[in-house]
């Protein structure tokens, strides 16, 4: 089943999702310890809006993918959209600011997601540095855009 895999992350890679889901779930009812698989499927059902489904993929991988490079932004982000879904209220000073930073992360624009959340942070929004954390840890914390965005952060809390 290894060249099915291989065949359905090609197919994921170029956008081919339905046929990617197909070849995954075939793998994983025939392998249920198929981490690729299991990834594979998390990565689409998120995409296509299906997070709880996402989720219940991503609970399904083993030791050797639990880390995967492509696990933690999408834990992350599906901790986000648990966090704050969108239209929740309250958030306080700053609020449109936050707004923006939540919609920005959803479409996947980091940079801007992280630059508004600053500046609901200097506005004095409680929430924003939590969802800040959030957005690092997609992009990887210890990237090189995530330590000058965590520096900027620092700065906005001293």
Not at 38 to 48: C, E, R, S, T, V
Not at 69 to 78: I, S, W, Y
Not at 107 to 114: C, K, P
Request: with cysteine; charged share 30%.
């Amino acid at each position: 089943m290894k060249k099915a895999v291989d065949r359905a992350d090609r197919l994921l890679s170029g956008g081919a999702w339905e046929e990617a889901e197909e070849l995954y779930r075939r793998d994983l009812a025939e392998n249920p310890n198929s981490g690729r698989a299991a990834l594979g499927l998390a990565i689409i059902a998120f995409h296509q809006g299906r997070k709880k489904e996402a989720a219940g993929f991503l609970e399904l991988l083993g030791p050797d993918y639990r880390n995967h490079p492509q696990a933690r932004p999408l834990r992350a982000l599906l901790r986000l959209e648990r966090s704050f879904p969108p239209h929740s209220g309250g958030m306080g000073p700053g609020e449109k600011a936050c707004r923006r930073g939540l919609e920005a992360a959803r479409r996947g624009e980091y940079a801007s997601a992280l630059d508004a959340l600053l500046a609901a942070a200097r506005g004095g929004n409680q929430a924003a540095p939590g969802i800040f954390s959030l957005i690092l840890d997609v992009i990887g914390p210890d990237s090189e855009a995530g330590r000058e965005y965590r520096k900027k952060m620092n700065a906005c809390s001293t």
